[in-house]
């Protein structure tokens, strides 16, 4: 098992005074992954329910339509 | 030939399968990346010239490795929606192409946050940062075509053209750095000899490489299936679905106007 290289935390965050770089880099890769993660898994939890809205609007549409066809033949 | 491929051809099965895997490819992906990162950050030596800036080597070679590999993989998706006009093909170039996207961004913007403390900046035109950012504008170039036509067969298929005419890219991001003179380093494991870096920084580094390789799977897998339905919505199971997805109460509205609605069909 390898040890922790530096000799504190202190030390850890600072990165031999290369911080801003190590950090904006894990932090920039990270970020972007986590985002794009997030976006699929919206998108696909989001899908069924949208199509579910769909199909209802669908079932609604005819039903009217039904609805005004037998109003129209009890008319003439 | 291909017999035994074709039932994984069939979205109603691909769409199955990819959901059946999806959780652990991405548990693992998190897993590997997590003790890529963790190694790679804190239980490695500096090394002797670069210090501790070398330690972006971690994710900046495993995304460049794999914002290729995803290319590959794209292209070959295309080739196949192309030739043997297989949907699920043509729907997987879509897929992938963002996932590639970000790889290569983040190809690029790691290379930048390392080029800028050993090269002393942030960007030079040079042949291996270049033709890197081309494969960015390929993946867009891929993303925008596939929504530029009113007709979406078409859009799919000027797409799809273009990923595959983009494959002559790869050869020239890998032999850049021999064709050019560059500031860019020679390849450092992708090579057929003995890798030049310490058996203590590579196994991260490997890890790494895996790590993006089980996420990318991993995404593939989920955004494929929101294409699946996207692209069958019309047919029969993913109504059924949809349906199934009201009954849990997914949808709030939902029940009233479904019982109502009932008396139209």
């Not at chain 2, 790691?110 to 390929?138: H, N, Q, Y």
């Given at each position: 098992m390898p040890e922790f290289y530096f000799e504190s935390l202190s030390a850890f965050w600072q990165m031999g005074g290369y911080a801003l770089f190590v950090w904006l880099s894990f932090g920039s890769t990270y970020g972007l992954l986590a985002a794009l993660w997030w976006f699929s898994q919206r998108s696909q939890s989001r899908i069924l329910q949208d199509l579910a809205k769909k199909q209802q609007r669908e079932h609604r549409v005819r039903a009217q339509q039904q609805l005004e066809e037998e109003h129209n033949e009890s008319k003439t | 030939m291909f017999k035994w491929l074709d039932p994984y051809a069939k979205p109603e099965t691909l769409y199955r399968i990819c959901g059946l895997w999806f959780p652990w490819l991405m548990t693992l992906a998190v897993l590997t990346l997590l003790l890529s990162t963790v190694w790679g950050l804190g239980f490695t030596p500096a090394d002797y010239q670069q210090g501790d800036s070398y330690r972006i080597i971690h994710i900046h070679v495993p995304a460049a490795i794999w914002s290729m590999g995803a290319y590959s993989s794209m292209a070959i998706a295309a080739f196949i929606a192309l030739v043997w006009q297989i949907k699920v093909a043509q729907w997987a170039v879509g897929a992938i192409a963002p996932i590639g996207a970000v790889y290569t961004l983040i190809?690029?913007?790691?290379?930048?946050?390392?080029?800028?403390?050993?090269?002393?900046?942030?960007?030079?035109?040079?042949?291996?940062?270049?033709?890197?950012?081309?494969?960015?504008?390929?993946?867009?170039?891929?993303?925008?075509?596939?929504?530029?036509?009113?007709?979406?067969?078409?859009?799919?298929?000027?797409?799809?053209?273009?990923?595959?005419?983009?494959?002559?890219?790869?050869?020239?991001?890998?032999?850049?750095v021999e064709w050019w003179n560059t500031l860019h380093q020679g390849a450092t494991i992708t090579k057929f000899a003995k890798p030049s870096i310490d058996p203590s920084m590579l196994w991260p580094l490997v890890l790494g490489i895996l790590g993006f390789a089980l996420l990318l799977a991993a995404l593939t897998c989920l955004r494929l299936r929101t294409a699946i339905l996207l692209n069958e919505q019309h047919r029969p199971w993913v109504r059924t679905l949809a349906q199934q997805s009201v009954q849990q109460g997914h949808v709030q509205q939902g029940n009233v106007q479904q019982t109502k609605a009932g008396r139209g069909v």
């Open positions: - | 190809a690029l913007l790691t290379g930048m946050a390392w080029g800028k403390p050993m090269w002393g900046t942030w960007w030079v035109w040079d042949a291996r940062l270049t033709s890197e950012l081309i494969l960015l504008f390929l993946y867009l170039g891929v993303i925008a075509l596939s929504g530029a036509f009113a007709d979406r067969q078409l859009g799919a298929k000027a797409s799809a053209l273009l990923a595959v005419v983009g494959v002559v890219n790869l050869p020239i991001i890998h032999f850049s």
